[in-house]
């Protein structure tokens, strides 16, 4: 597949108003809560497409995908691997679909083109790629009133690990995290702000990629996630650094049950049957 082996090589180691049809007025989109205020002031309005988004840090190209009705939708943050686009990641794990079929708003960024894209090796402070999340999500928030309820993230290998660094430090936006091939290190981890599910996805012993052990990776996230009380699961599908097909509908289920204002776990047991063979509670 042309498409992984870029990856693999690249992995050298990435709204209108609404009319009321009563009396003809307009109504503003009603946010669910507040979401992070815009770096720069007054928020650009987003338009579906690919186009610049400027943040006080750093300007950058975005895809954003759209359903009919974008106005209180939930958002899913899709991060591409090292060496990858926004085109492609939406294209490979079919991301690009669930605008029609679920009614979610997508939102794929391009990175900085640094030597890992996304910046998971940098303290938070003055995070040229937080800043890129938080304001993203806080023009969302402001052009469409988007369900702030409903914010998951993704991503594959560079994209995996920065989701996996933005459920340790931006717990407080996301109702869910799904990394795929991500992980973390004692080092690197720090209790999220609250708890919130995770579903880690990798590709057993195998997934290793230019000197970078994501199962030991992936291993002891979820240990540490465990032990400070946050449900994980794991999808460990043994067939290396590569996302498995059907990811898209398993994640997207996983996030579509996870609303944060969820109160009982749903799958404290078991994974739902719908999952893949190789998706378990640890």
Known sequence: MRLLALSVIALLLGCPPVANDDDDSTEEPTPSRPGPEYSLGECPTLEEGEHNFATALADRRVRIDLPDDPVGAPVVFVWHWLG?????????????????????????????????????????????DLQLFEDLLGCAQQTWGVDMDRIYSTGMSAGGLWTSYLLLHEASWLAAAAPLSGGANSASYVQPARRLPVLLTWGGPDDFAVGYDFNEANITLSGLLQDDDHWVGECIHDDGHVPPPGAKDYVWQFFADHPMTIEDEPYADDVPSSFPSFCAVP
């Open 84 to 128: 990858g686009t926004a085109d492609q990641i939406m294209e490979y794990i079919e991301f690009e679909d669930l605008p029609a079929d679920e009614g979610a708003i997508v939102i794929a960024p391009h990175s900085s083109g640094s030597q890992f894209e996304w910046a998971f090796l940098s303290p938070p402070e003055d995070n040229l």
